[in-house]
T-cell receptor
């Protein structure tokens, strides 16, 4: 399999649940990203990992917790989310962390009830 | 705060028509990327422009970077239903950060 794969594609969770989003890239890239996409708003960068080290955390609430065990895998752990966290969560990778040529996964559509 | 304004926000036209969408800012960017996002999928990079005044063509799509590197346009000739999607522009700043526009939602009706 090639490209960037995200699972699950859809997720519905209550505010007290704990769930995790998974991202895997088969491109040999060194940088991986989590973005939040809400309707009619620009993509919001959440976290960046470069060579497995977190290099950016854009003031994201602690109810979102990223994990990058290796250069190919990225997780986003979710707990006690709010309804306003409902959005499409996109994972992306790039050869280097210079924000060029991002390759995106298909995203996880998250609904928080 | 750097902003990228995309216009129009929404455009619905008939197959075969031409269209132009715009990406504007008061800031200078070192590069400008255009992505297309189809329903249920992530954005896919179409092109990157880096030189002021640069024009790139991708089949029926023509991308232009403004002379001052503050704006860009995407022109589609003879639009087809397969061009339907959300078109996103993203500007690269001097700190290698990407500034995203909110997108233009394009619908091409058969």
């Amino acid at each position: 399999e090639t490209g960037v794969t995200q699972t699950p594609r859809h997720l519905v969770m209550g505010m007290t649940n704990k769930k995790s989003l998974k991202c895997e890239q088969h491109l040999g890239h060194n940088a991986m990203y989590w973005y939040k996409q809400s309707a009619k708003k620009p993509l919001e960068l959440m976290f960046v990992y470069n060579f497995k080290e977190q290099t950016e955390n854009n003031s994201v609430p602690s109810r979102f917790s990223p994990e990058c065990p290796n250069s190919s895998h990225l997780f986003l752990h979710l707990h006690t989310l709010q309804p306003e966290d409902s959005a499409l969560y996109l994972c992306a990778s790039s050869p280097y962390q210079i924000n060029e040529k991002l390759f995106f996964g298909s995203g996880t559509q998250l609904s928080v009830l | 705060t750097q902003l990228l304004e995309q216009s129009p926000q929404f455009l619905s036209i008939q197959e075969g028509e031409n269209l132009t969408v715009y990406c504007n800012s008061s800031s200078v960017f070192s590069s400008l990327q255009w992505y297309r996002q189809e329903p249920g999928e992530g954005p896919v990079l179409l092109v990157t422009v880096v030189t002021g005044g640069e024009v790139k063509k991708l089949k029926r799509l023509t991308f232009q970077f403004g002379d001052a590197r503050k704006d860009s346009s995407l022109h589609i000739t003879a639009a087809q239903p397969g061009d339907t999607g959300l078109y996103l522009c993203a500007g690269g700043d001097s700190n290698y950060q990407l500034i995203w526009g909110a997108g233009t939602k394009l619908i091409i009706k058969p």
